[in-house]
C-alpha cells in the first residue's frame, strides 16, 4: 500500500459533499491505462447494463445514483473498527461501458475488463447493473479455478431458461456460472430466499448440484450468527465470491428495485450478515438490481451504497490476510 495520501477519498471537511466529482466514496478516478494502476488494490467499478432484466428495467442507472450517494460514506466503519481506505489502495476505475443492443458483446467487453483487474491482481468491488453482470464478472476472475459463494437474494438465479430456451437473463446467471465451471456448487450459499414461483425447478436443481439454499423463514428461525457460520463453514478457506441483490432487503426499506419480495430483512440486518462476512477469502463482491427510475429519491440506493462500503470492509481485510500471508 502507498505511504502518500492519493488513494484517499477527498474529504467533506475539506470539499462538501454536493460539490466535486462525485467518484465513488470520493476516491480518485483511474483506467487500465493510469501511470499509478498497478499500486490499486480495490477497484470500484460501474456496470450499468440490465439487458438481463426480464420485467421492470432501469439498473443500468443504478451506478451513477449510487456514486452519487456514495459521496456520503465516511472513513471507517465504527462497529467493526476497519478503515478500508487506509488499510489498501482503492480507487473507482470507472464503467465498463456495455453494448446496449448486444448482450454477447456486452458480456464479452465485462469479461476482458474483469480479466484485465484480476490478471493485474486487483480485488474488484461491482455495482450494477442486473443480476447477469456477475456472469461475465465471474468469467473475468475465475480463470484460475472454481470460486466459492455467497449469495444473498430473494431469489436463486438458477433458473435454465426463459422464453422459450434464452438462456442468459438475470434469473440464469448461477446456473450458467456452475455449468462454465466458474462456480463450486458444493462451496455456494444462497441466503434469503422467498417469494412466490413459478415452480421449483430452479431450487430443485440447485440442490442436485449441492447448492445449499437457505430461505428467509430458516434465516430468521435460526439467526443471522448461526446460518453465517455455516456459510463460512461452507466456503472454508478457498477464494469466495459475494454476490448482493438489493431485493434481498425488504423493499420497505430498498423499494427502487425490479423484483422486489416481501419479508425480507431490514438494512440493519443485512449489515450484519455482511460483517459476518469478515474472514472469508473474499476475491470479489458485487452489490447489483438498484433501479433509480422506482426510487427516484435515492434511498435504495443509500442502502445499496452503504452495503457496499460493508462489503469494502470484509474485502479490505480478505486483501491484507493475502497480502500478509
Not at 502507498?2 to 474529504?11: K, L, R, Y
Not at 491482481?121 to 456477475?134: E, F, K
Not at 470460486?147 to 422459450?164: E, N, W
Request: glycine letters at 12%; proline letters at 7%; charged letters at 20%.
Amino acid at each position: 500500500m502507498s505511504d502518500d495520501s492519493f488513494f484517499t477519498p477527498v474529504s467533506a471537511l475539506d470539499m462538501p459533499r454536493f460539490a466535486g466529482m462525485p467518484n465513488f466514496m470520493r476516491l480518485p478516478h483511474l483506467t487500465l491505462d493510469s501511470p499509478r494502476i498497478d499500486e490499486v488494490e480495490m477497484a470500484l467499478v460501474g456496470v450499468p447494463w440490465d439487458a438481463g432484466t426480464t420485467n421492470r428495467p432501469g439498473p443500468r442507472h443504478g451506478p451513477r445514483q449510487l456514486r452519487d450517494l456514495s459521496t456520503m460514506i465516511r472513513a471507517m466503519n465504527p462497529v467493526t473498527g476497519v478503515a478500508p481506505f487506509t488499510m489498501v489502495n482503492c480507487a473507482d476505475l470507472g464503467d465498463v461501458g456495455p453494448n446496449p443492443i448486444d448482450l454477447d458483446d456486452s458480456m464479452q467487453r465485462i469479461a476482458g475488463f474483469y480479466g484485465e483487474l484480476a490478471a493485474r491482481g486487483i480485488t474488484p468491488m461491482t455495482a450494477g447493473g442486473d443480476h447477469l453482470v456477475s456472469l461475465p464478472v465471474l468469467r473475468g476472475i475465475a480463470a484460475g479455478g472454481a470460486l466459492g459463494m455467497i449469495h444473498f437474494d430473494a431469489h436463486t438465479d438458477l433458473f435454465d431458461s426463459y422464453f422459450g430456451g434464452f438462456r442468459y437473463t438475470h434469473g440464469t446467471p448461477f446456473r450458467r456460472a456452475i455449468e462454465e465451471g466458474l462456480l463450486d456448487p458444493k462451496r455456494v450459499v444462497q441466503i434469503g430466499i422467498r417469494g412466490t414461483a413459478y415452480n421449483t425447478e430452479d431450487v430443485d436443481w440447485g440442490l442436485s448440484q449441492g447448492v445449499r439454499i437457505i430461505r428467509i423463514e430458516e434465516l430468521f428461525e435460526r439467526g443471522i450468527a448461526d446460518v453465517m457460520a455455516e456459510a463460512r463453514e461452507i466456503v472454508g478457506a478457498a477464494p469466495t465470491y459475494c454476490s448482493f441483490d438489493i431485493d434481498f432487503i425488504d423493499p420497505s426499506f430498498a423499494p427502487g428495485t425490479g423484483t422486489p419480495e416481501i419479508g425480507g430483512v431490514t438494512s440493519f440486518q443485512a449489515q450484519q450478515v455482511v460483517r459476518e462476512l469478515s474472514g472469508v477469502n473474499l476475491v470479489g463482491a458485487d452489490l447489483v438490481e438498484v433501479s433509480p427510475p422506482f426510487d427516484a429519491a435515492g434511498g435504495t440506493a443509500w442502502v445499496g451504497v452503504s452495503i457496499m462500503f460493508e462489503l469494502m470492509c470484509v474485502l479490505a481485510e480478505a486483501i491484507v490476510a493475502r497480502r500478509t500471508g
